[in-house]
């Protein structure tokens, strides 16, 4: 069904439509308004069999997330922010243990200073805690990504962050296609947990291991994302034959195939920059853009084909690995190695600042004459 909505309403209604048991909330700008919204239809009933359960923080959250997990129950989160930071002991719990928990990150600047706006500084600082990371362009691939993470989660019994800009995504009021329950059904099965706790039978679960068995231990959390890797692009293909529409995957190429210049970004950036590429085009330019889905697995095989045949790459990336610059770029260069392409990391759109075409279009142009440093 068509309908003009909010990025953060459109994200409710999704997660309701695969059946959450359970519902871990604690607001914090600018996920507020997804948890408000499935708070309102659970109460009001449209959410079957499943608890609400207001916490006391963002750490007491993902730590119910864990335990509802555990027990075998389909369960939701979101945050943002300061709010990841806070429950990160237990989000490494919560991967560690291969619990598949899907949790929305509206993605927001970290302070010190306080700030309220979008980058991506949040997600990234937990590139390495074991969850899978997916990123949205658009309201309607947020909204397909979240019915795809729970399929993923639960394949690979592993969580799942699925990454969205606030504001310029979680505010926005955009026409997404919401799916009937019925294709959401036949999409996504019923959570069959392939081990749960029961109280009656107790045992103790994430007991302390030695260093005899704890590589193995961490391998295994690899190995699962490498699952993922193989089984992302298959979920994509099967999103598309049952809701008719292409969304999520690993990357997705625009303009690539005859491009001097790449450009590459992840999020909601990837529309401007798009826009910025086909005015380029109409001039003449031969420029493209790689919009990365999968930050985590990152899909190494897949940037490299699309990246070969170009003549520079420029990484566009919305995150400042202090000491050291680029975090997207770190992984591309892994991707472009023994490739003989000039590669350029641009850090822009930090603290929510505005990245337009007028600036890209420079940048572009300057990367092309072999300007940037």
Not at 120 to 149: K, M, P, V
Not at 254 to 283: F, N, P, Q
């Amino acid at each position: 069904m068509l309908k003009q909505t909010e990025g953060s309403h459109a994200v409710a209604e999704a997660v309701a439509l695969c059946r959450p048991e359970v519902i871990c909330a604690y607001p914090i700008s600018p996920q507020t308004h997804i948890v408000e919204g499935l708070g309102e239809m659970v109460k009001a009933g449209e959410v079957e069999n499943c608890e609400f359960i207001n916490v006391e923080s963002e750490f007491a959250a993902m730590s119910v997330a864990i335990g509802s997990s555990a027990t075998g129950a389909r369960t939701y989160t979101a945050t943002a922010s300061q709010g990841l930071l806070f429950m990160v002991e237990a989000v490494f719990n919560a991967s560690g243990l291969g619990l598949p928990i899907v949790m929305t990150v509206a993605n927001r600047a970290i302070g010190a200073p306080i700030n309220i706006w979008n980058d991506h500084s949040d997600s990234l600082s937990q590139r390495d805690c074991g969850w899978i990371q997916l990123f949205a362009e658009t309201n309607q691939e947020a909204l397909d990504l979240h019915i795809q993470a729970f399929k993923l989660a639960e394949e690979v019994s592993l969580p799942v962050m699925v990454c969205m800009d606030g504001f310029i995504l979680t505010h926005a009021y955009e026409r997404v296609d919401v799916p009937s329950q019925e294709q959401v059904d036949a999409f996504l099965p019923p959570y069959e947990p392939r081990q749960a706790l029961d109280p009656k039978e107790p045992v103790s679960i994430g007991a302390m291991v030695g260093p005899e068995a704890f590589a193995e231990v961490r391998y295994l959390a690899h190995a699962k994302q490498m699952q993922a890797l193989g089984l992302i692009p298959k979920m994509a293909e099967q999103f598309k034959t049952v809701f008719g529409r292409e969304s999520g995957g690993l990357t997705r190429s625009y303009l690539t195939d005859d491009a001097e210049t790449i450009v590459v970004a992840m999020g909601s950036v990837l529309g401007t920059i798009k826009d910025t590429v086909d005015e380029m085009r109409a001039a003449g330019e031969k420029i493209g853009v790689l919009g990365i889905t999968s930050y985590r697995p990152f899909p190494i095989d897949s940037v490299r084909a699309a990246l070969q045949n170009a003549q520079r790459v420029v990484v566009l990336e919305k995150s400042l690995a202090v000491g050291i610059g680029g975090i997207l770029s770190t992984d591309v260069r892994m991707a472009m190695s023994g490739l003989q392409l000039h590669g350029h990391t641009v850090v822009a759109g930090l603290g929510g600042r505005a990245i337009t075409r007028k600036s890209l279009r420079a940048l572009f142009a300057k990367a092309a004459r072999g300007e940037l440093e």
